[in-house]
Each structure stands twice: as C-alpha cells, then as structure tokens.
C-alpha cells in the first residue's frame, strides 16, 4: 500500500463544473503539497498545506491532519485546468524530502 | 519572478557515457533537491543539499553524485549511463530561513531536465 494515495486516477469533467481530488496518506506528516504537472513535465507548486484551508483563484486545498487528508478543489473548471495533479508529503520523519502519491489526470473538455 | 532554472532541457547520450544537469535555485533559497520521474512513475527523491552541505539522501545510485556550490547551484553528475537513467530530472529549491516567495520550506520546481539514454 502506498503511503500517499489519491483519487480518482483519472477524472474528466464539463467545463464550468466544481472538481475535487482527494488525497490519503498513512504516515504522520509536517506538510502536505498540492503540484500540478502539464503534459510538457513541468510540475508547478500550488499550495503547501500544514492545516486548515487555502485558496488562490478558482483552487481551494483543505486538510485534516486528525483523519490524514487532503482535498484539492477547482470551482468553474475550464479545459486549461487539465492537467495531472500530484498529492506530496513531507514526513515527520524523513525531513523536507516529498514522497508523491500517483497523481490524478484530469481532463475538462469544453 | 525568478523561477528554478535547469539546464539542459533536454539531453541524449549514449550507454556508458556521462552527464551532468546543472539546477539554480530561486535567490535567496538556500536548499536544494533533485528528484528521478522515470516514465509513468512518481518523482523519486534523490539527494538535497542545504548551504552547500548534502541534507539527506534517497535512492540515488552510486553512479550519481551531486553537490551545491558556494552560489547555491547544484549539479547532478551521472556515470556509466544506464537505459534505466532515462527519466525526467527535476530540481526543486526551498528556504528553510525566509523567502519572499511561498512559505517556509515550500518547495518550487524547475521545468526538468529530459535525459534519454540510446
């Protein structure tokens, strides 16, 4: 079993509808990142998250430290919102070295 | 604002052969990672270096070495290339004292470095 997991794998959604990806991990963790990689490879950090909420634009990233997880939410999706997104954590343990969940593709058609 | 740069970009070379990526973090970052994504894979970490000094280590071959220089650039050098050494190369670059980019130990990543081994 993975440490980090996320779900849906794969998700494809009409433009304009509200997203949300869900991340679990299994180990106790300092930070939790959201990442965003195009299919070109480069990965864009979009939030770091070690409680509470964040928002910035049409993306909201919530954590639950208590139950071990995440969600990343993206309100009035739009076809350039498709992209794989990546749950990573920062151990307790194993200093500010990330460990990747699987990522998600998410695919907004217009 | 100034973002992770790594170069190349992309890099062919043969079996056995050696290569070298190179990473310059955001200014003022002081700490620097490199992570593996081979193909359909999550990124691995590999090492990182804070002030010039390796912090910590994950599942990098002997082959590879890396170090950060007195200007907080780091390069990644790789010897006797294996086909298995194709992957995307990335390196990220945090602060762990302040920066005025994210929070504290927020990690940005550069655009990756494409290695393919013939």
């Known amino acids: 079993k993975n440490e980090v997991e996320q779900s849906p794998q794969n998700l494809t959604a009409q433009e304009g509808e509200f997203i949300t990806i869900n991340c679990s991990y299994s180990?106790?963790?300092?930070?939790l990142h959201w990442l965003q990689q195009h299919p070109g490879g480069g990965i864009v950090s979009l939030f770091m998250l070690s409680s509470g909420k964040k928002k910035h634009g049409r993306l909201i990233a919530t954590i639950n430290i208590q139950e071990k997880h995440s969600s990343l939410h993206i309100t009035a999706s739009h076809p350039r919102d498709s992209a794989v997104y990546i749950c990573?954590?920062?151990?307790?343990?194993?200093?500010?070295?990330?460990?990747f969940g699987e990522g998600t593709q998410l695919t907004v058609n217009p | 604002a100034a973002g992770v740069i790594q170069s190349p970009r992309h890099l062919i070379k043969e079996k056995r052969e050696t290569a070298t990526l190179k990473c310059y973090p955001i200014?003022?970052?002081?700490?620097v990672y490199w992570y593996q994504q081979g193909p359909g894979q999550d990124p691995q970490f590999l090492i990182s270096?804070?002030?010039?000094?390796?912090?910590d280590k994950g599942s990098i071959p002997d082959r590879f070495s890396a170090q950060q220089f007195s200007d907080y650039h780091s390069e990644l050098n790789m010897s006797s290339l294996e086909l298995g050494d194709s992957a995307l190369y990335f390196c990220?670059?945090?602060?762990?004292?302040?920066?005025?980019?994210?929070?504290?130990?927020?990690?940005?990543f550069g655009p990756g470095t494409r290695l393919t081994v013939l």
């Open positions: 990220a670059s945090s602060s762990l004292r302040f920066s005025g980019r994210g929070s504290y130990n927020e990690q940005f």
């Open positions: 180990v106790g963790i300092s930070a």
């Open positions: 990573a954590v920062m151990r307790e343990t194993s200093g500010s070295r990330l460990t």
């Open positions: 200014p003022r970052h002081d700490t």
């Open positions: 270096f804070y002030e010039k000094m390796q912090s």
